[in-house]
């Protein structure tokens, strides 16, 4: 969502007249989009306002701006720890961009913070996208769930779905600029349209007409909830040949006591129940997840529940962190259970250490198969091209074949598997 922030802010700029630099020693005006998701993400930010600092001591015409969620959450202590900031925005603020520069321009110290979006027509600005081959299209954002970890509903704001025909229109776009993947954009994808009163518009249906839009190119959405996963959106990806059989469903903890401490609304039973039914309908689907070490409380016997998830599941891929306290939260506050941070990282090495099983496992399954590709970039080695791409399911797939082009499709056969990716043949 960061990345896709951040090329609707390039596309802002561009149309003021600003330029992009490849060169951070050229800029004249320097922007930080940041993540607050965990402390470490939140610490490089002030780490690298701190580097902008330094530089701008030397050169005082240097504009500094923030942006994302760490500005969202934490403008006074921007306004201390950095005072050489002159533009703080938040999340809601993106669109508001075009004033602020100029009153920043202008000399003026300036800090655009609401807790409600700044409404506009998002086809209105140009999006400079950075890949040539997949493009995203945020389709909602916010997120009412309050799992008592996470900070994203503070600093994302409760769900906003966009209208569908600005998607359409959007995802027609992209399809004539010769983008060949769309990536839809939710924290809590699978809610979209709840907030309208047109029960008619759902996920599975957005999935339904992007996919009558003509020409060759795929459709993912991430990230599902686990319970919000309908039946009838299970139907769409089976009918949309377009959409991509690949799920991203973080299921967080094995332990159904730890995700009810989480307020995560499903038991460890009904995340299976669900992975169960997908993995029925689509043999040769991919199912990601996320989870987290070390939730406060968390014991060594809830923790190995998460590990036999992980296993039993035949999870593709998750991503892994240590559970880290975020102002705001419920968890956060549960300072008396908070593990000691040896404990937590413990176990989230273990947590790896199954993660590179269970992905190996997976990617061996592969070997002998063929999979349809799209090839996203290029890589020469020892006078070889290698064509990096992306199979239906997420799976990474290099392999060799001089008669192919970046966002080109193509069928490999498999013939070698990785822990994080599979090698082989053209077909
Ligand atoms: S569903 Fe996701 S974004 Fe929403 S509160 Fe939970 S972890 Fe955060």
Redesign the pocket.
């Known amino acids: 969502m960061n990345k896709s922030d951040s090329e609707r802010i390039a596309g802002i700029l561009s149309h003021f007249g600003y330029e992009e630099t490849d060169n951070e020693k050229d800029a004249e005006l320097l922007i930080i989009n940041t993540c607050s998701i965990r402390q470490l993400s939140a610490d490089k930010a002030y780490s690298q306002l701190g580097v902008w600092g330094k530089r701008k001591k030397t050169n005082p015409n240097i504009k500094i701006a923030i942006c994302g969620c760490v500005a969202q959450q934490d403008k006074e202590g921007i306004k201390k720890r950095a005072p050489y900031v002159d533009l703080i925005f938040g999340t809601h603020n993106i669109y508001e961009l075009p004033s602020l520069i100029k009153r920043i321009e202008n000399d003026e110290k300036v800090c655009a913070i609401t807790n409600t979006p700044v409404v506009c027509d998002q086809n209105d600005f140009e999006i400079k996208r950075k890949d040539s081959v997949n493009a995203w299209i945020p389709i909602i954002e916010g997120?009412n769930?309050?799992?008592t970890y996470?900070v994203?509903?503070f600093t994302r704001g409760r769900e906003r779905s966009r209208r569908p025909e600005e998607i359409i229109k959007e995802a027609q776009n992209i399809v004539k600029e010769g983008f060949k993947e769309i990536t839809l954009l939710g924290?809590?994808v699978d809610s979209y349209g709840k907030d309208f009163e047109d029960k008619n518009i759902t996920l599975a249906n957005l999935l339904r007409q992007l996919n009558s839009i003509d020409g060759e190119f795929r459709v993912r959405f991430v990230t599902s909830?686990p319970s919000d996963i309908t039946d009838d959106l299970i139907n769409a990806v089976d009918e949309c040949d377009k959409v991509c059989k690949y799920f991203h469903i973080p299921m967080q903890s094995g332990n159904s006591h730890i995700l009810e401490e989480m307020n995560r609304h499903y038991t460890k039973a009904q995340y299976y129940e669900i992975v169960e039914k997908i993995r029925k309908r689509f043999p040769d689907v991919a199912i990601t997840s996320d989870f987290i070490a070390g939730f406060p409380g968390e014991t060594e016997e809830e923790f190995q529940d998460t590990l036999e998830a992980m296993e039993e599941l035949e999870l593709d891929y998750s991503n892994t962190a240590a559970y880290s306290p975020r102002v705001f939260t419920k968890a956060g506050k549960m300072t008396d259970k908070f593990l000691p941070e040896d404990v937590k990282y413990e176990r989230l090495n273990r947590l790896n250490e199954k993660n590179r099983e269970v992905c190996l496992k997976s990617n061996e399954k592969f070997i002998g198969r063929i999979l349809k590709v799209l090839i996203e970039s290029k890589t020469e080695k020892d006078g070889k091209t290698i064509l990096n791409s992306r199979a239906d399911n997420n799976k990474i797939v290099h392999f060799e074949d001089s008669t192919k082009n970046i966002g080109d499709f193509a069928n490999v056969k498999i013939t070698k598997a990785q822990t994080w990716c599979l090698y082989g043949e053209p077909v």
Do not use: K, R
């Open positions: 997120c769930n309050f799992c996470c994203v509903p924290q809590n909830y």
